[in-house]
């Protein structure tokens, strides 16, 4: 349960931070307007990006504890789950006649910075178990 303290709380550090400065970029670039008549916000995109990787962090973590060999296609498994969750979750940007290309990128951005969290945690859980404490 530690562990997943902390991985959730280097998360939402991270997550603040890149959305403090998505967000000052944006306002600088003075394109915060393009998010009126989207359906989506920034702040919506992400908390849903945030809660999909925090469900990644804890069954990423207890699948470390429960079956160490077996983390890599725990990863993978969930993984896909992420991406047909972030595909429901976009799909109105995707089917809509008027392409927002806006949205698209933005939520592309933030996709890749949570997956690379999420790469993090796996791998560091990966090699916990190489990790030998001394007795």
């Known amino acids: 349960m530690n562990k997943i303290l902390t991985y ?13 400065l998505h967000y000052i970029f944006q306002q600088v670039l003075g394109v915060l307007g ?3 008549n989207t359906g989506y ?7 849903f990006e945030l809660m999909m ?11 470390g504890k429960s079956m160490p060999n077996n983390i890599g296609y725990v990863f993978l498994a969930l993984l896909t789950l992420k991406c047909l ?28 910075i949570f997956l690379v969290f999420d790469v993090y945690v796996t791998y560091r859980v990966l090699n916990q178990e190489n990790v ?4």
């Open 8 to 20: 959730v709380v280097q998360l939402i550090l991270v997550s603040v931070l890149v959305f403090g």
């Open 34 to 36: 393009n998010w009126e």
């Open 41 to 47: 916000s920034l702040h919506l995109i992400y908390l």
């Open 53 to 63: 990787s925090i469900i990644m962090i804890v069954a990423v973590v207890a699948s």
């Open 85 to 112: 969750g972030n595909y429901f979750f976009i799909q109105p940007v995707l089917d809509a006649e008027v392409s927002n290309d806006f949205v698209k990128h933005n939520f592309l951005i933030i996709f890749i």
């Open 132 to 135: 030998k404490t001394p007795e």
